[in-house]
C-alpha cells in the first residue's frame, strides 16, 4: 500500500514539470524582452515606452488566462446522475453485462441523456459510479469525470472541460499575441545582431534566441489556436471531433450544434463585453 502510495505521489509532483517549464520561460522571455531588449537595446525613448506598454498588457491577459486555466476545477457530474440505491445494489450484484446494461437503460429513461457509447450500450462509468451525462468522459490523469471534456492538458496539469473551456481558448489567444508581439518587435534587432550591425556580445543571446523561440512557438500556438476556433464554430470537442458522438438514433457529428452564435454563446457566455477576460460571462 506504501509504494502506490509513494508512487501516485511522485506522478503528482511530475506532472507539475511541463507548467514549472513554462513557467521558466516565461521568467526568461520576460527578462530577455524588458532587460536585454527594451533597457540595453532598443535606443529611442518612445519606441522603448510603446514597446514595453503594449508588451505588458498581453504578457498580463496572458498570465491571468494561464494561471485561471490551471486553478479551475473541471465540472464533474452530479450526484443525480448516480445509480438509485436499489438499483446500485443490483447493478453491483449482477454478474451479467447484458442485464447489469438493461438495469442501466431504465434508470436512463428518467435523465436527460441521450448519448450511447458506440454499441448503443448507456455510458457508465464504474470508476465514478455515475452514468455519463452527454459529452462527459472519464479523465484517467484526473481520475474523475469531466463534464464536455476536451482533453488533459500537460501544459496546465488540468482537464480542459465545460467549466474552463473558456479560459484554455483565452490562455491560447492571448499565448498567441504574446509571441506575435515579441517576434514582431524582436525581429529588426535580431537581424542586426545576425548580420553585425549591432556587437553587444550579452544581448546577442538572449535577443536571438528570444525570436527564435518566440517564432516557434508563435506557429505552434496559431495551429492549435485556429483548431479550437473551428471546434468552438461547429460545438464539437476534441474528442467529439476525432469521432462523432452517438445519439439512440445513431452518430450525428453535428448532434450539439446551436447555430453559429449558438455555439460560440455557449463558450463564452451571453455578456460579450466579458468575452476577452478570463472570468465567467455566462
Known amino acids: ?19 514549472g517549464f513554462i513557467h521558466l520561460v516565461l521568467l526568461w522571455s520576460y527578462y530577455a524582452y524588458v532587460v ?3 533597457v540595453y537595446t532598443i535606443p529611442s525613448d518612445a519606441e522603448r515606452i510603446s514597446y514595453l506598454v ?6 498580463f491577459m496572458f498570465i491571468w488566462s494561464y494561471w485561471k486555466m490551471i486553478c479551475s476545477s473541471p465540472a464533474c457530474p452530479s450526484k443525480s446522475f448516480g445509480l ?5 445494489e443490483q447493478y453491483e450484484r449482477e454478474q451479467s453485462a447484458e442485464v447489469q446494461q438493461e438495469l442501466l437503460k431504465k434508470v436512463v429513461l428518467e435523465m436527460p441523456v441521450y448519448t450511447r457509447t458506440a454499441g448503443g450500450a448507456v455510458r457508465y462509468c464504474d470508476f465514478c459510479q455515475v452514468i455519463k451525462p452527454d459529452r462527459c468522459h472519464h479523465c484517467s490523469t484526473c ?9 488533459h492538458c ?39 545582431f545576425w548580420t553585425k550591425k549591432l556587437i553587444e556580445a550579452h544581448a546577442k ?33 476534441t474528442n467529439e471531433a476525432m469521432r462523432a458522438p452517438v445519439f439512440r438514433s445513431g452518430p450525428d457529428k453535428n448532434g450539439f450544434s446551436l447555430g453559429f452564435k449558438g455555439n460560440v454563446a455557449e463558450v ?12 465567467f460571462s455566462g
Open 54 to 59: 503594449v508588451f505588458h498588457v498581453v504578457f
Open 154 to 192: 500537460p501544459w496546465v496539469n488540468n482537464c480542459v472541460g465545460f467549466s474552463n473551456y473558456k479560459f484554455f481558448v483565452l490562455f491560447l489567444g492571448y499565448g498567441f499575441m504574446y509571441c506575435l508581439v515579441i517576434s514582431a518587435t524582436v525581429v529588426q534587432y535580431f537581424v542586426k
Open 1 to 19: 500500500m506504501a509504494p502506490r502510495c509513494a508512487l501516485r505521489s511522485c506522478r503528482r509532483i511530475l506532472r507539475w514539470l511541463p507548467v
Open 268 to 279: 463564452f457566455g451571453d455578456r460579450k463585453r466579458l468575452w476577452l477576460f478570463p472570468v
Open 205 to 237: 543571446f538572449h535577443i536571438l534566441f528570444l525570436f527564435l523561440v518566440a517564432a516557434m512557438f508563435f506557429i505552434s500556438i496559431l495551429c492549435l489556436f485556429s483548431y479550437h476556433i473551428w471546434l468552438i464554430g461547429q460545438n464539437r470537442t
Open 143 to 151: 481520475e474523475t469525470c469531466v463534464l464536455k471534456m476536451d482533453h
Open 84 to 88: 438509485p440505491k436499489v438499483e446500485k
Open 36 to 38: 536585454e531588449l527594451c
